[in-house]
């Protein structure tokens, strides 16, 4: 399909906060219309389509859980019917909370696979039917995958569920120019990273990587648009590991 003559449309999940509305704000300044999903943050959610409006993006709220298949379907419903078919899917709505694996509590691992596998494989299985030819799909990993830190099992699990996911889904869509790659941020001063723990501990995340800082969400936000947009169309399959050089 030929999109030069109209807005592309981008869907963004989790994106009310922190990595996924730096995302949302990036894709509508490079001129996409944005959908900003959320599971629970009307009201941030509700600002930042007021935000990007404000701006001359077009931008709207979709409440959806991820991990629920029905929920997901009524995303790309809502998009279709307000904005137009999808030809950005931005994986970003994840959960993580450390603890050791013998810790964990059965509650907790269906949270996390949850939201981080179910949810990333019910908006690509409804992608797949859905998407325009042409399109591009970013889903987050993480970089704690490559560090094997204590307190990180069951998280690094659901992100290696991811990366098989973007490696083995590439190859699935041949035929129709959709690129799928994932980013791997590492430490990004955002709640998510930051919530839980001691001043010392982020002061430590911060000088693990050689360019001695905590990544931003802003750094993050750019990669994506970097994978969503026309310079990486020979981008594919792959899992681009945004950490400062931390591994």
């Known amino acids: 399909m030929n999109t030069a003559s109209r807005t592309r449309v981008a869907i963004v999940t989790g994106a009310s906060r922190g990595i996924g509305a730096a995302v949302a704000q990036r894709l509508a300044k490079d001129g996409l219309a944005v959908v900003i999903n959320y599971a629970s943050s009307a009201t941030e959610a509700d600002a930042l389509v007021a935000e990007l409006k404000a701006g001359g993006g077009h931008a709207i709220a979709v409440k959806a859980d991820v991990a629920n298949p029905d929920d997901v379907r009524r995303l790309f419903d809502i998009t279709e019917k307000q904005l137009g078919k999808v030809d950005v899917l ?93 980013v791997a941020p590492g430490p990004v001063a ?42 990486a169309g020979w981008v594919n399959g792959q899992v681009l590991r945004a950490n400062g050089g931390l591994a």
């Open 190 to 231: 955002t709640s998510l990273f930051l919530d839980g723990k001691t001043d010392e501990q982020i002061k430590t995340f911060s000088n693990m990587p050689p360019l001695q800082r905590l990544g931003q969400p802003d750094d993050i936000a750019s990669v994506v648009s970097f994978l969503a947009g026309p310079d």
């Open 90 to 182: 931005v994986n970003n709505a994840g959960v993580l909370k450390m603890l050791p694996l013998a810790e964990t509590s059965d509650a907790l691992y269906d949270q996390t696979f949850g939201i981080n596998v179910r949810g990333t494989f019910n908006t690509l299985r409804e992608a797949a039917g859905r998407m325009n030819d042409g399109g591009r799909i970013v889903n987050f990993s993480s970089t704690t995958l490559a560090l094997n830190m204590p307190g990180y099992a069951i998280y690094n699990a659901t992100k290696a569920a991811v990366e098989a996911f973007t490696h083995v889904f590439a190859k699935e869509l041949r035929g129709r120019n959709i690129t799928v790659n994932a």
